[in-house]
């Protein structure tokens, strides 16, 4: 074989190798909260309240939308533990929850006060990767936080613990709880 061919082969070859591999680095960008909320809804404001809170007591202030966290998605159960405020959110409440669960953004998010201003909310994430849950109901005390969940590999919603170690939450199923509270 002629040596001008065996060097355009190699040539084509590495030039078809490198563009493989820069395709195969690129990620799809994740979606964002406002990004999977459908155009259609909008966001029900104090004065758009169909029913409004209506306060009894002088403790308590006229409620006003939170920056950073409220959208024209859904934000539901709400927690506040010392600076951070835990929330669940949805970009549609009117899909039923098996579509919920595949939409990519459905779940647990967290923001936190920094000099009175909530910052971006974050998606807590406590399932493994690859596999499907519905995480919501949260309640957080110390580096402990307790959430209920329909997931992969169980039946129905159940409650779940996660531990904070090393700036992010970690999973424990009810089962290894259970199995640490015997020994």
């Known amino acids: 074989m002629n040596q001008k061919y065996v060097v355009l082969i190699l040539i084509f070859i590495t030039m078809l190798m490198s563009c493989c591999t ?3 680095t690129i990620r799809e960008p994740e979606r964002t909260r406002e990004d999977s909320i459908p155009g259609n809804v909008v966001k029900v404001t104090p004065d758009a309240d169909v029913y409004p809170p209506i306060l009894h007591s002088d403790e308590w202030k006229d409620p006003i ?6 959208t024209a998605g859904a934000e539901d159960s709400p927690f506040v533990y010392e600076n951070d405020f835990y929330f669940f959110f949805t970009p549609d409440p009117n899909i039923p929850a098996e579509k919920q669960l595949l939409d990519g953004v459905t779940g647990i998010y967290v923001s936190h006060s920094i000099n009175g201003v909530w910052s971006n909310p974050e998606r807590v994430v406590l399932q493994d990767p690859g596999k499907l849950s519905l995480d919501g ?9 307790w959430f209920c969940s329909a997931r992969e590999g169980y039946t129905g919603v159940n409650w779940f613990t996660a531990e904070f170690r090393d700036g992010e939450w970690l999973k424990k199923s009810k089962w290894e709880m259970a199995r ?4």
């Not at 939308?65 to 409220?70: F, S």
């Open 65 to 70: 939308p939170m920056e950073a966290i409220n």
């Open 22 to 24: 820069n395709q195969s």
């Open 137 to 145: 109901c949260t309640f957080v005390q110390g580096d402990k936080m």
């Open 180 to 183: 640490a509270n015997k020994c």
